[in-house]
């Protein structure tokens, strides 16, 4: 399974960015998509989820009425909108797959990952 991201880019705050993660390979029929983030000397930590079947998501608080992550099935393509951004939603953007059920905020449910999106928001 590969991971493509990408959309990152330069916005000042207030803006909007919209990420893509494409999966390919094996991926299957049945999994969730993650996006996770990590800022410069922080830890990599989860932002959203969709579950490609259901499509039912979760959120971190912190994105949570901000964010939408969003998915294509055919495309085998899930979306993050983000919108109202913050100078603290600066980050490296990652996208992740996992083949669990249930799977949340734990990045260890997450076996494939992408290479990461640069996010800069400038105030």
């Known amino acids: 399974v590969q991971l493509q991201a990408s959309g990152g880019g330069l916005v000042q705050a207030g803006g909007s960015l919209r990420l893509s993660c494409t999966a390919s390979g094996r991926t299957g029929s049945s999994y969730s998509m993650g996006w996770f983030r990590q800022a410069p000397g922080k830890e990599r930590e989860f932002v959203a989820r969709?579950?490609?079947?259901?499509?039912?998501?979760y959120y971190a608080n912190s994105v949570k009425g901000r964010f939408t992550i969003s998915g294509d099935n055919a495309k085998n393509t899930v979306y993050l909108q983000m919108n109202t951004l913050k100078p603290e939603d600066t980050a490296v953007y990652y996208c992740?797959?996992?083949?669990?059920?249930?799977?949340?905020?734990?990045?260890?449910?997450?076996?494939?990952w992408g290479q990461g999106t640069q996010v800069t928001v400038s105030s």
């Open positions: 969709i579950a490609r079947n259901s499509g039912s998501t």
């Open positions: 992740a797959l996992s083949h669990s059920p249930l799977v949340g905020e734990d990045r260890s449910a997450y076996r494939y």
